[in-house]
């Protein structure tokens, strides 16, 4: 064990320049790293993730009470590649939180190790990111033992967006009715597959049982997404039927996910809804800003929409193929200024917490632990033998069976990422 562990401490976070990235100033991610870190933002840049966790790919640091440079210390470490704070005593989450792993709670420690089983994100998507599934836990094992250099978790990666903005979604894929009807109307799906292939799939029906459902639709998805580039191109021509899609062409001009968007759902998140995401389902963000939270993991199979590396044979094999629409929280009050977004997964939960002026929030001590983050305004945040100042763009980790509470005069706008709580309570 290290020495007494602070209440709360304050976390220096990570940034990603995914080319998808709203640019400069448009985008919310620019602004929480600028706060954050306070490095300046290139106007001209994308700026696509703000990562809170302790992935190797993206990792925070710990600012620690009493040293130099704001209090940031280190112990001897190297700053992994790709972050580059202006900060140079430095001590990474995942590194701290090993030397402390009381942090975690007996539970959480227990079953996942001394790492946390979380990543928190912010995400400003200005257009599409690939058509993509995250592997469950047998198969992400293999692709990492495999292609480690492609594949680099052995962990899967279930999801939740939730809105901050009006938020674009493809999600899995359509009922079979719908199914039915973009076979009658989209001709360039039938021009790729061929036309015995789509008469399986207008002939079949619910009776015929949920295994032959999915034998038929993996045999028109796979067919479609291993289309060569010559007949792409001689269909790509015919699209003109969605709106979406002539947006989606001119981001990605002449690529099959542009016809496979038919297959799924389109979803249009409000501010404050959120969709969740298992192993091996079918999904592509195309616009919006969102918080998210997933298993820590960064493991992606893509297979369209994409100029990165595509495993179609991968994505396709591993693909669920259950029909119909995703479930849309809408959060569930935790405090009267609070939802809590709750997923079958017991890695992850999400808060939204919107604190008026001069309003108070306690969140009870849980068996598990937090990340905070501020969003917009300012207030305090103390636990009993600790207390905060926070404002827009700070990030918080709290340790577990810490009651914490918020308060504000001006307004604060925060969320918090945790362990599910009936993982924690069961």
Known sequence: MGAEIPGIVKLKCSVKNYDWGKIGKESSVARLYAKNSGEETDGDEPYAEFWMGTHESGPSYVVMPGGPNGGLTNGGLEIEDGFKPKYFNLMSLKDWIERNPSVLGDKVLKKWGPNLPFLFKVLSVAKA????AHPDKELAAMLHKQQPGVYKDD??????????????????????????????NVPEIIEVVGSSCADQVLLI??????????????SLFTGLMSASKTQISEVMDLTNKEELVLRLEKQYPGDIGLVAAFLFNYVKLKPGEALYLGANEPHAYLHGDCVECMATSDNVVRAGLTPKNR?????????????????????VPSNPYTLKYSTPFDEFEVECCNLPREAAAVFPAVGGPSIFVVMAGEGTMRVAFSKESVVEG???????????????????NLYRAGVNSNFLEN
Request: glycine letters at 6%.
């Open 394 to 412: 700070d990030v918080l980790f709290a340790p577990a069976n810490a009651e914490i509470v918020v308060e504000t005069i001006s307004g604060l």
């Open 311 to 331: 495993d179609v044979e991968t994505l396709c094999s591993m693909l669920t193929y259950k029909q119909g629409l995703p479930e849309i929280l809408s959060g």
């Open 205 to 218: 029906n619910e009776e015929d049982g949920e295994e032959k459902l999915k034998e038929v639709l993996r």
């Open 155 to 184: 962990n899967h990666k279930p999801e939740m967006a939730l809105a901050l903005t009006e938020f674009e979604a493809l999600c899995g894929f359509v009922g079979l009715e719908e199914l039915k009807t973009v076979i009658e």
């Open 129 to 132: 990111l690939s058509i993509q």
